[in-house]
């Protein structure tokens, strides 16, 4: 017995030496260093032949592209010598993106890329040959998204807002528009609101046969624009673009397909309505017809419209009608059969998979039918199977599925939870198998088609040994049923997820302050399954200061089907706010927490959501800080603003009983009101107003401004600086 005691007492000491050893994270090494990176597989594109596939090796000056066996991946090798290759300007190729040609002939690389609008920009594009190792720049100045046409002998590109094409075999170029004009006319590439809402920028689409490119023409002359300031200049500038507001003018959006044979150009006739939007546009596989994704400003009738590319006339294909919203997605195929096609939808209750025949006739569903699917990558055409990816065992987790054709056969391919993010061999024979959890970097893993594991292509073992010399905690999930206090709500009383952080060294006699985290916007999550990053690690090291950190996904989140998701309709902002309330109190009434201590946090829609929780949930938040947020939806984008809110003119309640700007006088806690003065998503104008409707409602509050720094506030020292503020801000006021 007192042998057993000495050594449960050595046990306990050394455990308790380990504990005492281990470090606690600072701010200067998360957001000022690079030794928490994650390591990834970058570049993976499968080759045409399903055998091998190629990556992207990066280091600090040059770039390697490496081919790879999938049966044997210890084996690689260089596909190109670019170390000797150099760009137009005589300096070496660097680049982070690149595509083949369809033969594998050529390969089209990005260079000296320049931003033009958030997720675009303009680069001197270079095309590699393989066969003669020849490198040449495709064009004259810089283009943007530069394509192959699917025989390999063309590339489309947009250069100064008109749609040009390179035959390389003739290297002869040919402009196929003449009257783009900055903030008047684009060819071939969208405006900012299609671009930011409907996240596509590649207005241009090769036919199969490649004889005909077809594309969409935004004439944005009756867009008002808006103009942001910029320093750092002895006289300030202004940058100008086109933005369209909630219930503003939009562009008009016409499309057109050019005939490379004939040089003939024709119109394709989908309507005379201004107010209509071209979403998406996708051949059909047999090349008979240009088929355009149509939806209504109000964006609940969506149209599948099949266009002949001869006479420009059109036949519906499709329609789907919604008492709320429809959102535009990639999940159209058309089956090489040329009778069916692929279509997701939500207006079952979940997002699904389903078949339809070229009549617009529903077939069958496909896909699982439990949870929503959030990523259909393909159809193996040859044995009939489906590869999606889909909510599941819980909203959190991202699991891969596949399913025949027939809708039997359902499995889940890689066993586990967790966010798997699957890139499937060209004839799906192979999986590279991106896994992380909540409390696990990424994994790369190699597994067959069938979900054999072969090979860990990155474990981030450095990282794992540099994170277990730190004290961390361990993320956990948690449900509660939410109470709405004596304000009440309409509609479900849902019951809500979210994540909790503790203290490494948790004491449940204790009472700990509570800092929240929210985003909260339609369809987006933070209670997720996955790695966090170095945000991650910034929630541990206020951990490690004695808090508890939580995050809530409120009514409007996704990945819990329709009715959760489109249940704030027309209110932005009530039931969302009513949540998080309702998690506060939740919070407040667990014996380890103080309820005298929460607080929020949230970066744009979270901005707006700690924005209305520390005014409209004055009695229960005592700080909160809202970074770039939307303070009034009359100052966001038309295309975003009105698919969840319709106008202003026809909700003007709606947008003004869930201002913050309209509920600062409710304020009694302490807030913090952080903003890029070059924000072009949500516009500096949003502090501003916030600013003034503080001021008047004589309420003391907290600003910062990041001068010349967009939506993401990042660049040089801005992060570290931008996190060392709010994390003072909350062991001064939480």
Not at 124 to 130: S, W
Not at 290 to 303: G, K, P
Not at 698 to 720: A, E, V
């Amino acid at each position: 017995m007192k042998r057993f005691c000495l050594l449960l007492i050595i046990v306990i000491a050394s455990v308790q030496g380990k504990s005492q050893s281990l470090k606690n994270l600072t701010l200067q090494e998360i957001w000022a260093g690079s030794g928490f990176r994650t390591k990834s597989v970058q570049g993976i594109r499968s080759m045409k032949d399903g055998a091998h596939y190629t990556t992207l090796e990066q280091t600090e000056g040059s770039t390697r592209l490496l081919k790879h066996s999938y049966n044997e991946p210890a084996q690689s090798s260089q596909i190109f010598p670019l170390e000797k290759a150099t760009s137009s300007s005589n300096a070496k190729i660097i680049f982070d993106t690149y595509e083949f040609s369809n033969d594998e002939s050529k390969i089209l690389v990005p260079t000296e890329f320049e931003p033009v609008y958030r997720h675009s920009g303009k680069s001197a594009y270079m095309v590699l040959d393989l066969q003669s190792g020849k490198v040449t720049a495709l064009s004259s100045g810089k283009q943007l998204l530069a394509e192959f046409s699917p025989d390999g002998k063309k590339v489309a590109f947009v250069r100064e807002n008109n749609l040009f094409i390179k035959d390389l075999e003739k290297n002869q170029e040919t402009q196929i528009t003449n009257d783009g004009k900055m903030n008047e006319i684009i060819n071939g590439s969208t405006d900012w609101v299609y671009e930011e809402e409907f996240s596509y920028t590649k207005a241009f689409f090769w036919s199969p046969d490649s004889k005909i490119l077809a594309w969409f023409k935004f004439n944005e002359r009756a867009v008002k624009e808006y103009s942001m300031p910029t320093y750092g200049t002895l006289y300030p500038g202004n940058y100008t673009f086109k933005y369209p507001k909630a219930g503003e003018t939009n562009s008009t959006v016409t499309a057109w397909v050019y005939h490379t044979v004939s040089a003939k150009t024709t119109q394709i006739q989908t309507g005379t309505d201004a107010n209509q939007y071209l979403a998406r546009g996708e051949w059909t596989s047999t090349g008979d017809a240009f088929c355009i994704t149509r939806l209504n400003r109000h964006q609940n009738h969506l149209e599948l419209l099949l266009a002949n590319p001869v006479s420009g006339a059109v036949r519906l294909l499709m329609e789907e009608k919604s008492p709320s919203y429809i959102e535009p997605h990639n999940n159209l195929r058309f089956l090489r059969d040329g009778k069916h096609f692929i279509w997701s939808s939500e207006l079952g209750g979940f997002n699904q998979l389903y078949l339809y025949d070229m009549k617009g006739k529903l077939v069958r569903r496909l896909s699982d039918g439990r949870a929503d699917v959030t990523n259909f990558y393909g159809i193996n055409e040859q044995n009939g199977s489906l590869y999606y990816q889909m909510a599941f065992p819980q909203p959190w987790d991202r699991t891969i599925h596949q399913v025949k054709l027939n809708g039997k056969g359902q499995k889940q391919l890689v066993a586990g939870d967790g966010h798997q993010r699957a890139e499937f061999s060209s004839n799906f024979s192979y999986l590279i198998l991106n896994r992380t959890s909540a409390n696990e970097p990424l994994q790369v893993e190699l597994y067959t088609g069938d979900g054999k594991k072969l090979k860990t292509l990155e474990s981030n073992e450095a990282l794992r040994k540099k994170l277990a010399e730190y004290r961390l905690s361990k993320n956990e999930f948690f449900s509660f049923k939410a109470d709405y206090g004596t304000a009440g709500t309409s509609g479900t009383q849902w019951e809500l997820n979210g994540w909790m952080l503790k203290p490494a060294d948790f004491d449940p006699a204790k009472k700990y302050p509570v800092f929240m985290t929210v985003y909260g916007g339609p369809g987006h999550n933070t209670v997720e399954n996955s790695w966090g990053g170095n945000n991650r690690l910034w929630y541990e090291l206020l951990a490690q200061q004695g808090y508890i950190v939580v995050s809530v996904d409120n009514r409007g989140t996704g990945n819990r089907g329709e009715a959760f998701k489109k249940c704030t309709y027309l209110q932005l902002g009530k039931y969302e706010t009513e949540d998080q309330m309702a998690a506060a109190r939740y919070l407040a009434s667990l014996p380890y927490v103080d309820g005298s201590r929460i607080g929020i946090q949230g970066w744009s829609y979270g901005g707006y959501m700690s924005s209305l929780c520390i005014t409209k949930g004055a009695e229960l938040f005592k700080m909160a800080i809202a970074v770039a947020p939307v303070t009034n939806w009359r100052y966001y984008d038309s295309i975003y603003t009105e698919r969840f809110m319709r106008t202003p003119e026809e909700n003007s309640s709606g947008y003004d009983d869930n201002s913050p700007i309209n509920h600062v006088s409710r304020l009694k806690g302490k807030y913090l009101l952080i903003h890029g003065t070059a924000d072009d998503n949500v516009h500096f104008q949003n502090a501003v107003e916030m600013t003034s409707a503080l001021i008047k409602a004589n309420k003391q509050f907290d600003l910062f401004f990041y001068p010349d720094k967009n939506h993401g506030i990042y660049g040089g020292n801005t992060r570290f600086h931008l996190y060392s503020l709010m994390t003072e801000y909350i062991f001064k006021n939480l």
